[in-house]
Nanobody, 115 residues
Framework: VQLAESGGGLVQPGGSLRLSCAAS????????MRWYRQAPGKERELVAR????????NYADSVKGRFTISRNNVKNTVTLQMNSLKPEDTAVYYC?????????WGRGTQVTVSS
């Protein structure tokens, strides 16, 4: 099983980034996918969730209206489009897969929002 995040980096406040997570080694279309983040000195928090078929999404209040989660069950990818980024969005972002056969995590990608 592998979850590989990409797309992180340094961006100015108000900017955008698109994170991607490529999945392999499990039946991707059967798993709920989530993006979490963890800032220095803080607990890991759920940012966004998407159902296995992609028909249902949920977001943390802090990112509603700015972030969009989507998935492609043919390419086995999940993305997080992040707009209007704020310094408080700075964190390591993790991809997570949850299903009957397990709970899998990627290694994370750093997002830094700073001028």
């Amino acid at each position: 099983v592998q979850l590989a995040e990409s797309g992180g980096g340094l961006v100015q406040p108000g900017g955008s980034l698109r994170l991607s997570c490529a999945a392999s080694g499990f039946t991707f279309s059967s798993y709920v996918m989530r993006w979490y983040r963890q800032a220095p000195g803080k607990e890991r928090e759920l940012v966004a969730r998407i159902s296995s078929a992609g028909g249902s999404t949920n977001y943390a209040d802090s990112v509603k209206g700015r972030f969009t989660i989507s998935r492609n069950n043919v390419k086995n990818t999940v993305t997080l489009q992040m707009n209007s980024l704020k310094p408080e969005d700075t964190a390591v972002y993790y991809c997570n897969a949850v299903g009957l056969s397990g709970n899998f995590w990627g290694r994370g990608t750093q997002v830094t929002v700073s001028s």
